[in-house]
């Protein structure tokens, strides 16, 4: 049977107790984080309420950690619905981290596996409460068996198809605040917010998932390498290409907290991308080698391992493209898979390919850098134009001056350009998170027109009922 | 696995029972115990991170002594029990036994307590301090008013019509009582809170009154003078229990909307509003803090808030009355507070209570005949807590010897030349009562004490001994050290109340012995009159003031009007996070609160350039505090708030900025009424 949070925001007053009850009973170092309080409006700024969301890991009826743990190391109890990670499993890959959206599970950096809140499934199994539910000191928090249909849209609590199993009692009136004497400047105000939601903690960064840029960019030269050589017979130094694939697959292990068990990253080709793509690119080096090696690059073959290949660049892509993201959402100029066909038109020197996808790239480019400038992103004008400098104009204007005599050069200066796309790819990756959510709210609800003062005829009813 | 009912001794309304649990002897959870009905739910925080707490590295756990360098070295019991009985003996034949200050806080409640004042009566008396700077001017104003100091059961709140918090934040001090609040609330009764501040208490109520700190004894009479203009008094109670109510009404009359308004800077409608809604939502419970009586004329604006319940027939009523102190569980009190921490009229056993504890450290340096050669303190930090550090820190500097008994090196202990480990509230059983909640509660032994602790009561017997007296002359006085010994004095407590036994507390807390539910029930006062006295001689008499509650303006708001150089008023509030300065060292709640930060009003800040996060300095001519600014959009302007208890290691007493002042009545102190002004750091 399905168990549910139930979270009642009128009692909250965001005490911390149900935070100490949870590292209590599962022994864990202050500030472990697996329950965590965001607080609406921490500034209490006059017009909108200020509250309390008490979150730990909503233990969904359709668990995105579980599905796309490429090491199936999650697994859910029927009897309790509670989701669970073995941590002898667990390779330390941190993606069950960037598909929740509400940040349950947490990397633990001594075990370098991740670890995440238990529902306290071993006291539910003994028909009790979780600690964090029988601590709360004023009941904001308890539990019950799931039901369907219940409030789980409430400001700061970031939306999902995974069906959390937590049922918010929304504020009694969710505009009600006290009415007081004060106002404040709404504009300094929001200010301060949009510096706050600048300055948050970002899931991934480009210092943190620098292997991965470096594997996918890798990846994705290898493919479009074999590509051209299959496509129209481009000649490349084996040794280079060996060599960089190998490298880019032990650069990808560094990304695991928990080497030992990279193998795990394949069991759940069923259901996740990092297992594809893990699958996938290995695949397609074995094919190239038994292509080079054994079959001299017969074309049948040669365009299945450059199938296999661009399926791991695709892969690559899917694995970003989770439903927590947030910010552009749409076709990335620095995905792999639009790259690889791009360089696999620049290997071979076809100028149908370079230009339709060529074309391609700086149409997505410009538009996502237009989408930033309106919604206030951040633009790097600098790497823009280093970006599109490198990447189009300057091997554009060798190919123009000298024609394919310096080839070399074009090919150097257009991949430096796809290489700072890539790297603006990682910088410009956001997920939601509970905390993020929140600001992201009160900004929205701050922009919604209401009269905060009761009339004095709102009064006369509450005081006289009439 | 072993699990045992004890209950929190912390100074804290909740009082909450527990159930912990043993694991091969270590404490490993801390739940609530479910039979007492004010703390059904959850333990707060604090009560959680006892888990820590007990096992602390940073627990004292062997007798220190200072050195010559400042640091403090192990020392053994002996050598500090003979160091403490030779300068106790040297001291009584040289200067007398009042050459020796006695200090206690209220860091830990039970009837062991006792012991320490046994000790000092046999060793022939003492110095120590009279009044109190938790509460006394709010209940000397209750008992000249009502009689005596109690109040309906916390549970009653939910029959409230209307929830008057005045300047109470229960969200943070009084957790428990905000589940009654939630049940008002969600019957669609009024919440009203009045407090400079928007706190998490104020954030469901249905109106938030930010009076000028000091002046809520102005609104309180503008509210009665409407009631009355608008004849919404219950004139059948005010005629048959009300005393001096024709004397009330011709003074009121001067605290019209319009003068109140300037002077507390309310909007006028607000105050028709709230006198409004009393006069319709009844039955109206008004919960009174504690911050709001430490101001210099607070004992008079306590007295003008009862009044309004009074005038509206809001006493000894379900849902009714004034909810400030509940001490029907104080059984065991002969002379109950206030009156209790009053300087005697005749001085017994030799103990001289010559010392304001509102003045604590100008009492210690102006002390003669004897003067003050010697300092015993316990279950205090007064370093960080009392009034003026600068002066407490002087003052101890001045003697010979200073004994803290402590489980921290607290700015206190880091004064003293010898620390004594003090006990944790699982290491000795203790009967103890509450002043929110009815019931007398076991504080069970469950742990032995750590390393070379040893309960006060022992400690007391080790010294009674080295001073020369026998077993014989300790009887009834300290107990022998083991736990049996402890268990007997405390069953010889509680005889007098056959309802009580050790074996049964030890099943679940029990409501002291003739608890009224409703208090006042019966409508008899305790007054001279028998009556609610709106009209007090008694006020007049013990403490010069009006026999009338009227309004007065605080020495600093004068002060400010006068010479506006420190225009902010510092706002010195508890909360959730510790209990004064208790807890603030422990990990689990340093990850909640970190670090002092100072709340302000983004107009006061950016009027000098100060932005959040800023470090700024808050002084005035007494002296100085960097910390954090944190901007708060709806703390009222001219404010500035930071809680109190954070120790001087971890960024600064707020009482570097207080000064040590009695409050109008009851020997309070008024030491929440400060003024100050900021700057940016560079």
């Known amino acids: ?188 105000f929001e200010n301060i917010i949009r510096k706050k939601l ?133 076709t990335h100029s620095g ?95 956001e997920f939601i998170t509970p905390v993020k959510k929140i600001f992201e709210d009160m900004l929205i609800e701050l922009r919604k027109p209401k009269s905060v003062k009761l009339r004095s005829a709102d009064w006369d009813r509450i005081i006289y009922n009439r | 696995m072993n699990e045992f009912t004890t209950a929190c001794p912390r100074n804290c309304y909740s009082t909450c029972s527990f159930k912990v649990t043993l694991k091969d002897g270590q404490l490993t959870s801390i739940e609530s115990h479910k039979d007492n009905l004010a703390t059904t739910e959850g333990p707060c925080l604090k009560g959680l991170s006892y888990i820590e707490r007990v096992y602390s590295p940073d627990r004292i756990l062997y007798p220190l002594k200072k050195e010559v360098n400042g640091n403090f070295s192990r020392v053994s019991w002996e050598e500090a029990v003979s160091v403490i009985s030779e300068k106790l003996i040297s001291l009584k034949n040289d200067h007398g036994a009042k050459s020796v200050l006695y200090y206690c806080g209220s860091g830990t409640k039970g009837l062991l307590n006792s012991v320490s004042t046994n000790f000092w009566k046999l060793y022939g008396g003492c110095t120590t301090t009279y009044g109190d700077l938790c509460w006394p001017s709010g209940l000397e104003a209750t008992r000249l008013m009502l009689g005596e100091n109690k109040h309906n059961s916390p549970w009653d709140l939910e029959n409230a019509g209307t929830i008057i918090f005045w300047g109470k934040n229960a969200a943070e001090t009084n957790i428990h009582q905000m589940v009654f609040a939630d049940r008002v609330k969600a019957n669609d009764g009024k919440v009203i809170v009045i407090d400079p501040r928007r706190t998490q208490t104020s954030e469901r109520a249905d109106l938030l009154i930010q009076p000028r700190p000091g002046t809520d004894g102005a609104l309180a009479l503008a509210i009665a003078n409407l009631i009355i203009e608008k004849k919404n008094t219950d004139e059948q109670f005010i005629r048959k229990y009300v005393h001096g ?232 006085s300290i107990p022998l050290p083991g736990d049996g010994n402890i268990d007997n004095f405390l069953e010889e407590k509680l005889k007098p109340f056959p309802e009580l036994s050790l074996n049964r507390l030890k099943a679940g807390p029990v409501i002291a012995p003739g608890t009224e539910d409703i208090a006042w029930k019966d409508l008899e006062f305790g007054t001279p009159s028998g009556k609610i006295e709106l009209y007090s001689k008694e006020t007049r008499k013990r403490w010069g003031l009006d026999e009338l509650p009227v309004y007065t303006e605080t020495i600093e708001n004068i002060r400010r009007n006068s010479s506006p150089e420190y225009p902010l008023y510092m706002m010195t509030p508890n909360t959730k996070d510790r209990i004064h300065s208790q807890f603030n060292n422990i990990e689990m709640i340093k990850q909640v609160s970190p670090e002092p930060v100072a709340q302000i009003n983004p107009d006061d800040a950016s009027k000098r350039s100060i932005e959040h996060g800023d470090m700024i300095r808050l002084f005035n001519e007494r002296g100085e505090l960097k910390v954090r600014s944190v901007l708060d959009y709806s703390l009222k302007q001219g404010c500035v708030s930071l809680t109190n208890g954070w120790w001087i290691a971890q960024g600064g007493t707020v009482n570097f900025l207080s000064f040590g002042r009695e409050t109008d009545m009851g020997h309070g102190a008024a030491f929440h009424e400060n003024l100050v002004e900021i700057e940016k750091v560079e």
Request: glycine fraction near 6%; include cysteine.
């Open chain 1, 198 to 330: 600048r300055s948050l903690p970002k899931k991934v960064t480009f210092s943190s998932e620098w292997s991965l840029l470096l594997f996918s960019f890798i990846a994705c030269i290898a493919v479009s390498l074999f590509g051209a050589r299959i496509y129209s017979g481009f000649e490349f130094d084996m040794r280079l290409f060996w060599g960089m694939s190998i490298a880019g697959l032990l650069i990808s292990l560094t990304h695991l907290g928990c080497k030992g068990r990279a193998l795990r990253a394949i069991l759940n080709f069923k259901r996740s991308w990092i297992s594809r793509e893990v699958t996938f690119f290995p695949l397609f080096l074995l094919f190239s080698i038994v292509s080079i090696t054994l079959l001299d690059f017969s074309r049948l073959f040669g365009w299945i391992t450059v199938f296999i290949g661009f399926a791991a660049l695709f892969s690559i892509d899917k694995v970003y493209e989770t439903e927590t993201r947030t910010g552009w959402k749409k």
């Open chain 2, 245 to 476: 109510y024709d004397e009330f009404r011709e003074m009121v009359k001067k605290y019209d909307t319009e003068l109140v308004s300037e002077i507390t800077d309310v909007p006028p409608e607000y105050i028709v509003r709230v006198a409004e809604i009393i006069s319709r939502k009844k039955p109206v419970t008004i919960c009174g803090g504690f911050g709001m009586q430490r101001y210099s004329n607070s004992g008079q604006t306590m007295r003008a808030i009862i009044s309004i319940l009074a005038i509206t027939g809001n006493i000894g009523k379900p849902g009714a009355g004034w909810q400030f102190a509940n001490l029907q569980s104080h059984i065991f009190d002969e002379v109950k507070d206030p009156v209790a921490s009053f300087p005697p009229e005749k001085e017994s056993d030799g103990i001289r209570v010559s010392i304001s504890t509102a003045e604590l450290g100008k009492g210690i340096l102006e002390s003669k005949d004897p003067g003050l050669k010697m300092a015993w303190i316990e279950r205090g930090n007064p370093v960080t807590q009392n009034p003026e550090t600068h002066t407490v820190l002087e003052a101890l500097r001045s003697l010979d010897l200073i004994i803290v008994v402590e489980q921290f090196m607290t700015d206190t202990a880091m004064e003293a030349d010898i620390i004594l480990p003090a006990k944790s509230m699982f290491e000795q059983s203790d009967v103890i009562n509450a002043y929110w909640h009815p019931y007398i509660q076991l504080k069970q032994k469950v742990i032995d004490p750590p390393g070379e602790v040893k309960p006060e009561s022992e400690i007391y017997y080790y010294l009674a001994k080295a001073i020369g007296l026998t077993d014989g002359e300790l009887e009834g």
């Open chain 1, 1 to 188: 049977m399905q168990k549910a949070f139930v979270f009642d925001i009128n009692k909250c007053t965001g005490c911390s107790a149900c935070m100490l009850a949870c590292e209590i009973e599962n022994d864990l170092p202050a500030g472990s984080n697996w329950r965590g309080i965001s607080t609406f409006n921490y500034f209490r700024f006059p017009e909108i309420p200020v509250f309390h969301l008490s979150l730990a890991c909503n233990h969904c009826l359709e668990p995105a950690c579980m599905k796309y743990c490429p090491a199936e190391a999650y697994l859910k109890d029927e009897k309790t619905g509670a989701v669970l990670l073995d941590s002898k499993k667990c390779i330390g890959c941190r993606y069950c981290s960037w598909v929740c959206p509400f940040d349950a599970p947490q990397y633990n950096k001594s075990n370098r596996v991740m670890e995440k809140c238990t529902f306290c499934n071993p006291r539910l199994l003994e028909d009790n409460s979780s600690a964090c539910v029988v601590s709360c000191p004023t009941g904001a928090l308890s539990q019950e068996t799931f039901k369907k249909d219940i409030t789980v849209t409430v400001p700061g609590f970031p939306e999902s198809t995974i069906e959390p199993a937590i049922e918010f009692i929304p504020l009694r009136n969710s505009s009600s605040i006290p009415e007081f004497k004060a106002k404040g400047d709404k504009k300094s």
């Open chain 1, 335 to 429: 995905m792999v898979f639009i790259t690889g066909l791009f360089l696999l038109g620049v290997f071979s020197k076809s100028n149908v390919i370079i230009a339709w996808f060529g074309f391609l790239k700086v149409y997505f480019y410009t538009m996502r850098k237009f989408h930033f400038h309106k919604t206030g992103g951040e633009k790097r004008i600098s790497v823009s134009l280093f970006r599109l400098l490198f990447g189009f104009v300057i091997p554009a204007g060798i190919w123009g001056i000298y024609g394919i005599d310096h080839y070399n050069y074009i090919l150097a200066s257009i991949l430096t350009g796809e290489f700072i796309d890539r790297i603006e790819f990682y910088l410009e990756l």
